[in-house]
């Protein structure tokens, strides 16, 4: 009997339902709660040892639009044509600047107290930091093109009280006067800092790498359905994207160019999305969805060597512009089937994706948008500002969560639905077993009728079988020595008609050959008796050979080879095969002189058997070759009757050991 899982389907959806929506409102949680009691804290100016001070436009910055002359390495102050950022930001001068400029900022006496300062740059591809003149931190002119705006700097400050002036000589790669994120505070403080901005993309990073692992191990589980590959490869980029996109990663000993393949999960992940989408769609499996996700890997390598080789900001121009395209295809290509698929087949799965497909749409579109709202300064934050600032900045990373989240729980109702499709399939197969063993407890009844019949058919086969055997044997044992006491009659009754006396002897030679006889029947039936060991093949044939020369007159020649361990019937054929041809070659050849090769190699014995006699003439097989041909067929051997050259009557049987 069958035995099927009887837990209830639903029972299983429903569970893996709550589970799932559970993780997705504990993120919500967590990312809640890291925005504002971890990330807030770090963007105040609590002006105290364990601060992290960010210098951003709301300092009373200086700016001089245009270079300054250097002294010995030092820029000369005095020189420039100092004014306030802010004012100079308003101007139209300051709203097209597109080249180098000074900015200059009293350092506050805190900051100057500080024990072991340091000044982190972030955001900055072309930037001097001097303090009180003298140079601290900076990029080499042929470093500046190649800056990845994500990685930054940092350099040890002064650790003697008196730094009064920071200086920055920056040149923008936009119009405006534009620069990056500067602050300064203590080492620890730094670190700290970097840790908690980066702790909601290792929590990114935590969640999707849990249901990339899961994914995989489904796949390996059970490699049929190629679509959990596609969600592993798509979770996986999205977690690489995260890390790689962490400030934290770059206190690791990793080559620079790694930072630049920050931009390439993302074309990994959604060519992975694509591939996800191939295998999701069953038997329909649109092939532009796969020829998309064949475009990606390419792009993903070409991506990968133009990071390495191009500077930033031209690699920037090509993967946004390359990039974009295919996104806005790959959306709509998809957005379209499974809206279609959904309209004609409204099921959970597609339902699923289509709120992952609305819900990562809705937060790339808050992230793009944040580009155009303009930075409030820290200072002047509200509890609303600094919600919209956490929304916006890790909007991107919230909405691929939620859209891996989404198809995980498509994957999840798929699991489900196949569930409950094998329960169908095993209450369909029992009922098929239940009916097929009735059918089959008939057929046992018909089968046991006719393997009775059967049995006494082949009772009767092997009672005719063994008569036959028995009816070879007594025709080869005593088939040889009847020729030659027939021989032996004939020779004595010409003599007597002579009066010659060796008449008298034939005759008792032939009585002789008649005892012999009864003494081979009895011999041959012994032989049956025999097991493998205790008959040599050897000794026997030379017996053999004795009493045939001395009953028929004949001479007989051997040459018996290194032999296998044979069988027991394998030495019978053997024994008979030569008893046979030479009963044969002296009864019906008239021959007086044989001889006999019995040789194994090759995987095969080999046994050739010839005499003087009269030729083969190709005439049908008697009573014993038939017999000697069946005997030679039992163990799997050939049987061969021949006249080649030289030799005018030729046997030769081959058989494997």
Not at 90 to 112: D, Y
Not at 229 to 234: E, K
Not at 373 to 385: H, I, K, R, Y
Request: hydrophobic share 45%; glycine share 8%; proline share 4%.
């Amino acid at each position: 009997m069958v035995q099927i899982n009887t837990k209830p389907v639903g029972t299983i959806v429903k569970a893996r339902f709550l589970v799932f929506l559970a993780f997705i409102l504990i993120s919500t949680l967590i990312f809640g709660i890291v925005g504002f009691t971890i990330l807030q804290p770090s963007r105040t100016d609590t002006m105290n040892e364990a601060s992290v001070i960010n210098l951003d436009e709301s300092q009373p910055w200086q700016v001089h639009l245009g270079d300054l002359p250097m002294e010995a390495g030092k820029p000369v102050v005095t020189a420039g044509h100092w004014q306030p950022l802010r004012a100079a930001q308003n101007t139209e001068e300051g709203r097209s600047r597109h080249a180098v400029f000074w900015l200059k900022l009293e350092i506050p006496a805190f900051l100057a107290q500080l024990r072991d300062p340091v000044i982190w740059v972030q955001k900055q591809s072309s930037f001097e930091v001097y303090i009180d003149r003298e140079h601290y931190l900076g990029l080499k002119p042929e470093e500046q093109s190649y800056r990845h705006p994500r990685m930054w700097s940092m350099a040890q400050l002064p650790n003697n009280g008196q730094m009064k002036e920071l200086l920055i000589r920056t040149e923008p790669r936009l119009e405006g006067l534009r620069f990056g994120q500067y602050e300064i505070g203590n080492g620890k403080s730094i670190l700290l800092t970097m840790v908690k901005r980066d702790l909601f993309n290792f929590i990114y990073v935590f969640f999707l790498g849990l249901l990339a692992v899961a994914a995989f191990l489904y796949y390996l589980r059970s490699r049929k359905d190629h679509a959990f590959l596609g969600f592993g490869l798509l979770t996986a980029s999205a977690a690489a994207a995260h890390l790689l996109r962490s400030d934290s990663i770059q206190y690791l000993p990793i080559p620079d160019f790694v930072i630049y393949w920050g931009d390439i999960p993302g074309v990994i992940g959604t060519g992975s999305f694509m591939l996800f989408l191939y295998h999701f769609a069953g038997q329909e499996r649109p092939r532009i969805f796969l020829v998309q996700a064949g475009v990606y890997g390419m792009l993903t390598l070409l991506l990968t060597v133009l990071a390495y080789t191009l500077p930033y900001y031209t690699f920037l121009d090509v993967h946004r512009y390359l990039i974009l395209s295919m996104f806005v295809i790959s959306f709509i290509t998809s957005a379209r089937y499974m809206v279609r698929r959904y309209r004609d087949n409204p099921d959970r799965e597609t339902g699923w994706i289509l709120g992952g497909l609305f819900c990562v749409t809705l937060f790339m579109f808050l992230h793009v948008s944040n580009m155009l709202v303009p930075g409030v300064a820290a200072n002047e934050m509200t509890f609303a500002s600094t919600l919209q600032m956490y929304l916006m900045d890790n909007a991107a990373g919230f909405g691929v969560l939620l859209f891996a989240l989404s198809i995980g729980m498509a994957m999840v109702t798929r699991i489900a639905r196949i569930r409950d499709e094998h329960e169908q399939l095993n209450l369909h197969l029992e009922q098929m077993v239940e009916r097929r063993t009735d059918q089959l407890e008939k057929a046992n009844r018909l089968l046991e009728h006719s393997i009775q019949e059967r049995s006494e058919a082949m009772a009767e086969l092997f009672v005719l079988e063994e008569r036959n055997r028995i009816a070879g044997d007594i025709h080869d044992v005593v088939g040889h020595t009847l020729t030659a006491t027939v021989l032996q009659i004939d020779a004595a009754s010409r003599l007597i008609r002579k009066q010659d006396e060796r008449g008298l002897e034939k005759l008792d030679l032939s009585a002789d050959l008649i005892r012999k006889s009864l003494q081979d029947i009895r011999e041959s039936v012994h032989m049956m008796k025999l097991s493998n060991q205790s008959y040599d093949l050897a000794d026997a044939m030379r017996v053999l050979e004795c009493r045939t020369e001395q009953a028929a007159g004949v001479m007989i020649e051997r040459e018996i080879g290194e032999l296998p361990e044979l069988s027991l019937i394998q030495k019978k054929v053997l024994y008979h095969a030569l008893q046979e041809g030479l009963t044969n070659g002296i009864r019906h050849g008239a021959a007086g002189y044989f001889h006999y090769e019995l040789q194994a190699g090759e995987g095969e014995v080999r046994f050739t058997l010839w005499n003087d006699g009269r030729p083969y003439a190709r005439e049908a097989y008697g009573f014993g070759l038939t017999n000697m041909l069946e005997r030679v067929r039992q163990i799997g051997g050939t049987l061969e009757v021949m006249s080649p050259e030289g030799r005018p009557y030729q046997i030769i049987i081959r058989f494997p050991y």
